[in-house]
């Protein structure tokens, strides 16, 4: 007998190519849910990106205040970007905090390794 895990599974029969770039490649996946409903979802891949936190002697953490036109909003962030290809993430890190707030960090720590959001998307270091 399946296991609830087995029984709440997605069947991905295929997808296809919508739109690709640089930064992002947009694709629909043809889906069948339990039950046997079948329909196009899409599904959003992204290179792997690397953000950091960087605290000060007072535990006191450097985000950037910047605007994001897609919501019309101002809201504060933590500095990182897209790890080129072949670097390690660590490095994309700590050339993004210098690059986006010009601070430069003299500890490098590795703390964490995410990967994508889990719904809808996908995040590689390759493409």
């Given amino acids: ?7 709440t599974r997605w069947v991905v029969h295929g997808e296809r190519l919508v739109y690709d770039n640089r930064w ?7 889906v069948e849910i339990p039950g046997g409903e079948r329909f196009e979802h899409h599904v959003v891949h992204l290179d792997r990106a690397a953000i950091a936190v ?3 002697e007072q535990d006191r953490v450097l985000l ?3 605007h994001r036109f897609v919501f019309d909003r101002w809201g504060w962030e933590l500095p990182g970007g897209l790890v080129e290809a072949g670097e390690d993430p660590m490095v994309t890190a700590i050339r993004e905090v210098e690059e986006e707030t ?3 960090s003299t ?4 703390t964490r ?3 994508s959001v889990p719904s809808c998307t996908t995040s590689s270091s390759t493409r």
């Fill in 1 to 7: 007998m399946a296991d609830d895990a087995e029984l």
């Fill in 24 to 30: 992002i490649r947009l694709g629909l996946a043809d």
């Fill in 54 to 56: 960087v605290l000060d």
């Fill in 64 to 66: 950037m205040w910047r």
């Fill in 102 to 104: 010009r601070c430069v």
């Fill in 107 to 110: 500890a490098r720590r590795p």
């Fill in 113 to 115: 390794s995410s990967g």
